[in-house]
């Protein structure tokens, strides 16, 4: 997920569910996230469904109406491995983009942390995990985008007898676990701090106080309505510092002069 600036603001998300794409406004905000809802940056299924109505990435769109453009670059299913392979072909030096790009969001770790036992084609050794975090913020680096605008969501927590029963439903066994998904959590947290990123640790959060967390899941592992909600008030929190003095593109319609239109509507 990630923003662009000036005369291209994006927003850009990388995660593992989705790949949509669409003609740049002047922003943009770039999603890049795994498989948990959409993305500021996006590479992970549980994203899929973030720009589906009441999702957080289209409230995050919502939010940033003729301001900056949020491009979703979700992939279903995929982990941080992956995703670092295939970063390069989302944002490189060569892309016009990478220039006015104002925050990316990485969303990875709820495929990373699968069970290897149970699911080895996601599941990726955690040490790994936190490096290729860190990879990907090298890679953005590297094209023009500072660490100071990229922001990591850990995975939520994990439903075991919600999950469970979709498991069997699939012929399979568990194959993830709260614990262990805290602590891909915790190393996305570290991640952050030793690259200086920004970070949103739902996992914690969602389980703050001991709250009863399962209404943010609809299956124990992807978003509920409720989830969506929570992740796109959160990740607002932490992006509107980074948006809120970008200005509107094109002029409001009232001020547009009926007898000149162009005085208004072709001036930068």
């Not at 005369?7 to 905000?29: E, K, M």
């Not at 809802?37 to 940033?64: C, K, R, Y």
């Not at 220039?99 to 990373?112: L, P």
């Not at 290729?132 to 075991?160: C, M, Q, R, W, Y």
Request: glycine share 6%.
């Amino acid at each position: 997920f990630y923003l662009a600036t000036r005369s291209h603001r994006y927003i850009f998300s990388f995660r593992n569910d989705l790949f949509a794409g669409f003609r740049p406004f002047t922003n943009r905000v770039s999603l890049l996230a795994s498989n948990l809802t959409v993305h500021l940056s996006l590479l992970v299924d549980l994203f899929q469904f973030s720009f589906q109505p009441n999702g957080w990435g289209s409230e995050i769109a919502n939010q940033l109406a003729r301001k900056c453009d949020v491009v979703n670059r979700g992939l279903s299913g995929y982990n941080s491995r992956w995703a670092k392979i295939v970063l390069p072909r989302l944002i490189s030096k060569d892309s016009a983009s990478s220039n006015h790009i104002a925050a990316v969001t990485v969303f990875f770790g709820a495929n990373d942390c699968a069970l290897e036992d149970k699911n080895p084609q996601q599941h990726i050794p955690l040490q790994e995990y936190s490096e290729n975090l860190k990879d990907i913020v090298k890679h953005l680096g590297s094209v023009g985008v500072s660490a100071d605008k990229v922001i990591f969501i850990t995975p939520p927590p994990l439903h075991e007898a919600a999950w469970e029963k979709e498991c069997v439903l699939k012929g399979s066994a568990l194959n993830r676990l709260n614990s262990v998904a805290g602590q891909y959590a915790q190393a996305c947290v570290q991640a952050a701090g030793q690259c200086g990123a920004d970070v949103l640790d739902l996992w914690t959060l969602m389980q703050k106080d001991g709250q009863d967390f399962t209404g943010y899941l609809s299956d124990g592992l992807h978003l509920s309505e409720k989830g969506n909600q929570f992740v796109s008030q959160h990740l607002w929190t932490l992006l509107k510092s980074r948006v809120e003095e970008l200005p509107f593109i094109l002029p409001y319609w009232g001020d547009v002069d009926p007898k000149q239109p162009e005085s208004g509507l072709l001036c930068d």
